[in-house]
T-cell receptor, first 113, second 115 residues
Framework: AQSVTQPDIHITVSEGASLELRCNYS??????LFWYVQSPGQGLQLLLK??????LVQGIKGFEAEFKRSQSSFNLRKPSVHWSDAAEYFC???????????FGAGTRLFVKA | EPEVTQTPSHQVTQMGQEVILRCVPI?????FYWYRQILGQKVEFLVS????????KSEIFDDQFSVERPDGSNFTLKIRSTKLEDSAMYFC?????????????FGPGTRLTVT
């Protein structure tokens, strides 16, 4: 079955500290992987995507993610978190043209001063 | 940069009423989708649409729901008789054409409140 697991419901980090949000997926075919960010009451903003090639992908706002096929993981990282990064982060799989996107349950990031 | 637009941004309706949520996908895109997000929950796929017909739908997308592309630009989601549990954010998305390396572009969403 196709699924996405984000094991952490919420994470709190100090401003300036590094961040890693975990994501594991189950998908029968070659996965297309995404990370989205959502601020309260807002839409979904694409942070980055992985389709093929280099397994370390760079995104907007200083985020990066690494695809590890052997671990079925696509963890999101940022070396130094800013207070404005506080939001909900969704990992997703699929989503190429014609295929549905399956979202994880999300991880809410809190940033403390 | 082209973007998906949705109207209205917020819709309030009474239980049992029909609602139509509207989306304008990016102009050269061929695949269209609806997703919903109940408050505090994850985003769930509802339906995908291609070549004027539904290509895939989830179990959520029952007979109360329908989609239509009435003209060359709009893509609509109709809920025939709304229930309280239909209250959610509804996102429209579109993607260019079949094949690898093309993502879905999401609109800003319509918040539907059923009272």
């Amino acid at each position: 079955a196709q699924s996405v697991t984000q094991p952490d419901i919420h994470i709190t980090v100090s401003e300036g500290a590094s961040l890693e949000l975990r994501c594991n997926y189950s998908y029968g075919a070659t996965p297309y992987l995404f990370w989205y960010v959502q601020s309260p009451g807002q839409g979904l903003q694409l942070l980055l995507k992985y389709f093929s090639g280099d397994t370390l992908v760079q995104g907007i706002k200083g985020f990066e993610a690494e695809f590890k096929r052997s671990q079925s993981s696509f963890n999101l990282r940022k070396p130094s978190v800013h207070w404005s990064d506080a939001a909900e982060y969704f990992c997703a799989v699929g989503g190429a043209a014609g295929f549905k996107t399956i979202f994880g349950a999300g991880t809410r990031l809190f940033v403390k001063a | 940069e082209p973007e998906v637009t949705q109207t209205p941004s917020h819709q309030v309706t009474q239980m049992g009423q029909e609602v139509i949520l509207r989306c304008v996908p990016i102009s050269n895109h061929l695949y269209f989708y609806w997703y919903r997000q109940i408050l505090g929950q994850k985003v769930e796929f509802l339906v995908s649409f291609y070549n004027n017909e539904i290509s895939e739908k989830s179990e959520i997308f029952d007979d109360q729901f329908s989609v239509e592309r009435p003209d060359g630009s709009n893509f609509t989601l109709k809920i025939r008789s709304t229930k309280l549990e239909d209250s959610a954010m509804y996102f429209c998305a579109s993607s260019p054409h079949q094949g690898a390396d093309y993502e879905q572009y999401f609109g800003p969403g319509t918040r539907l409140t059923v009272t």
